[in-house]
């Protein structure tokens, strides 16, 4: 079946540098969405990506899809305290109305 | 508009029992889902409801069932509860085919089974 890998597991970062996370699947993507988990809470819808080779930027968050559509990758700059949290990367192959395949998530942990 | 609610919030079983965990929605989406949440395993998809009255297996069924009799309800049962099982469960909702849109989380239920 499909499989979504997700590195590094844990990232530990002084606040005021860069992070980056790396998603990558087995399979070609019909599509790609990305959540955030805070500590003890619920993931969190971050953004879709559709097309091959999306940029898509919100704020410090820069989201990548790759122009074969099997990795992806989300990039924060300058990351905050209120960065911290576990990022997942979701995958979806199409072809039915199975659900999205979740990688395991980075956990961003900043060090004031 | 509460989103997608859980109860309940927490719950201790012994191995053997059985329960019901409610996920309620008030946003009027067709598709529900169940997801467990595990350390290091990220988000697994048990069971999905594509719309009222329907139910699907997703990744990991066994030893689950579900039942979505109101559009806004999807209830996830456990008949009889393993160690195995003990987890954080997820709720989730969405407006159209979950896979191509914004999946709307609830805040989870930890069960512990002893």
């Known amino acids: 079946g499909q499989q979504v890998m997700q590195i590094p597991q844990y990232q530990h970062v002084q606040e005021g540098e860069d992070f980056t996370t790396y998603c990558n699947s087995s399979t070609t993507l019909s599509n790609i969405q990305w959540y955030k988990q805070r500590p003890g809470g619920h993931p969190v819808f971050l953004i879709q990506?559709?097309?091959?080779?999306e940029v898509k930027k919100q704020k410090r968050l820069t989201f990548q899809f790759g122009e074969a559509k099997k990795n992806s990758s989300l990039h924060i700059t300058a990351t905050q305290t209120t960065d911290v949290g576990t990022y997942f990367c979701a995958g979806y192959s199409g072809g039915g109305a199975d659900g999205l395949t979740f990688g395991k998530g980075t956990h961003l942990i900043i060090q004031p | 508009n509460a989103g997608v609610t859980q109860t309940p919030k927490f719950r201790v079983l012994k191995t053997g029992q059985s329960m019901t965990l409610l996920c309620a929605q008030d946003?009027?989406?067709?598709?529900m889902y169940w997801y467990r949440q595990d350390p290091g395993m990220g988000l697994r998809l048990i069971h999905y409801s594509v719309g009222e009255g329907t139910t699907a297996k997703g990744e990991v069924p066994d030893g689950y069932n579900v039942s979505r009799l109101k559009k806004q309800n999807f209830l996830l049962g456990l008949e009889s509860a393993a160690p195995s099982q003990t987890s954080v469960y997820f709720c989730?909702?969405?407006?159209?085919?979950?896979?191509?849109?914004?999946?709307?989380f609830g805040p989870g239920t930890r069960l512990t089974v002893l």
């Open positions: 989730a909702s969405s407006y159209g085919q979950g896979p191509y849109n914004e999946q709307f």
């Open positions: 990506l559709v097309k091959s080779g």
């Open positions: 946003m009027n989406h067709e598709y």
